[in-house]
């Protein structure tokens, strides 16, 4: 099996599981008990709540541990937009983020009586600051933007967004679930007012999140039933998972420069095998920025579920922006708002690189991805719908 789906998760690296073992076995106490097993839980937390805080340059109180990176968007554009209500109703939304985000910010429309602006990109996927800029109004109280789609990898520019925000006086929540360990990141003041991130994205448990939120802002809590993480986020934290999540933190920064040049470079060989064989393939995005692992790549005439099952049953795994269901194919709604052809937003495949990636094993799947699209072209032929050649 070659797997280049590494934005959808990550393999759990040793580091990590080695740091869970131990609240797996014999430390299992609550962390919120008074007693010694439940002060020995709550010191492992408090002693990964302080290495991520160094890492990411916050103080430990601005971090709350969650479920997940869904749970950590949820959290922030939900509690922080209610907790600001007051102040106006107004809220801006990248159009191409993850549904995490998208979704939160459709209940508060439809439901709790806000306004939002989803804000347009440009053919390449980038948010002109410029438009966001002249989106803001005197009661808007919160944008969110991705600072790397999780689709296309294209980045953001977080810094004139940010300067923008703070100019005006705007609360800036960004997910960083695909940025993390990826790019350069500091969450000392003056970039972001929240920011979110998911453990198995880089290479840590899945079942564990993280939500910066900065010193002094008020945040509503979206659950309830306890006083955990400071009032914010109640139920009794996933000790193991939090211990991994650090872990897997320090892990993946250790060498993360010398990663990403690597593993651009064999992104880029990837891309060229494939579009130098298949005639009308077409690579998305804003090729000169975005994130060195990932590949998103279109094969017009061609429908995602198609190639990603024949890619499956040929020992390649990858993925689609789009849903996919039995009998349909919904298009990716990051290459629709990047006004793509629908032809491209269906077809389009998603190949995202990691540590374990090898130069072997993408000459290996170039070769089989060009295979499986000459047999599906030849079977398309045969019913008279050809779409491109394979060279």
């Not at 080695?18 to 408090?46: K, Q, T, V």
């Not at 880029?268 to 064989?277: M, N, Q, V």
């Amino acid at each position: 099996m070659i797997y280049l789906d590494y934005n959808a998760t990550t393999p759990l690296c040793a580091p990590a599981r080695e740091a869970m073992l131990p609240y797996l076995g014999e430390h299992f106490g609550n962390p919120s008990s008074i007693h010694a097993a439940g002060r020995e839980a709550r010191a492992a937390i408090d002693n990964a709540r302080d290495r991520l805080a160094s890492l990411l340059h916050a103080k430990p109180h601005e971090l709350i541990f969650t479920g997940s990176g869904t749970e950590s968007n949820n959290l922030a554009v939900l509690g922080l937009a209610r907790a600001r209500r007051a102040a106006g109703r107004h809220l801006v939304c990248g159009s191409t983020e993850h549904h995490a985000v998208l979704h939160a910010f459709e209940h508060l429309q439809r439901h709790e009586g806000f306004d939002v602006t989803f804000l347009a990109v440009d053919d390449l996927g980038r948010i002109d600051p410029e438009e966001l800029a002249r989106a803001l109004r005197h009661d808007t109280t919160l944008v969110s933007i991705m600072a790397a789609n999780n689709e296309t990898g294209v980045i953001q520019p977080m810094d004139e967004i940010s300067a923008i925000c703070r100019s005006r006086g705007v609360l800036l929540h960004s997910d960083l679930v695909q940025a993390f360990g990826k790019l350069p990141l500091d969450l000392s003041p003056g970039t972001f007012d929240a920011a979110s991130f998911a453990a198995h994205k880089f290479y840590g448990p899945k079942g564990a999140g993280l939500l910066y939120v900065r010193s002094g802002l008020p945040i509503e809590p979206i659950q309830f039933g306890g006083a955990h993480e400071n009032q914010r986020r109640p139920g009794t934290e996933n000790v193991a998972a939090i211990a991994g999540l650090a872990a897997a933190a320090e892990w993946t920064l250790t060498d993360s420069v010398a990663e990403q040049a690597r593993e651009a470079a064999l992104r880029d060989e990837l891309a060229e095998r494939i579009t130098g064989r298949i005639s009308a393939a077409h690579v998305n995005g804003d090729t000169s920025n975005r994130l060195a692992n990932t590949l998103n790549v279109s094969f017009p005439g061609l429908d995602s579920e198609t190639i990603l099952m024949a890619l499956d049953l040929a020992g390649v795994c990858a993925s689609s922006g789009s849903a996919c269901m039995v009998g349909s194919v919904v298009a990716s709604h990051v290459l629709l708002a990047m006004n793509a052809p629908q032809e491209y937003a269906t077809s389009a495949i998603r190949f995202s690189l990691g540590k374990q990636t090898t130069r072997d094993e993408v000459a290996t799947a170039a070769e089989v991805i060009v295979h499986v699209v000459q047999r599906l072209r030849a079977s398309r032929r045969e019913t008279g719908t050809e779409a491109y050649a394979v060279l």
